[in-house]
């Protein structure tokens, strides 16, 4: 709970969150396939956003057990 009031969590959810809709846009300016790709797009971008999430809490977990014990 705590991790969610860091600063860099704002920052990936509300990137992520802009880039999706601007991603969600381009169907509106191609032509066949884009909402495919619209969708593989998002979802990738999910991906990257829950991996750093991941990887963030993770090292932010492992540096305060370090901090308890020295």
Do not use: C, H, W
């Not at 509106?28 to 969708?39: A, C, I, M, R």
């Not at 797009?41 to 993770?58: E, Q, R, W």
């Amino acid at each position: 709970m705590e991790l969610l009031r860091q600063p860099v969590f704002l920052l990936l959810m509300t990137s992520s969150s802009v880039f999706a809709v601007f991603l969600a846009s381009t169907p509106y300016f191609g032509f066949g396939d884009d909402p495919k790709l619209v969708k593989d797009s998002v979802l990738a971008t999910l991906l990257l956003v829950g991996l750093f999430g991941a990887v963030i809490s993770a090292s932010s977990s492992v540096a305060n057990e370090i901090r308890i014990y020295l």
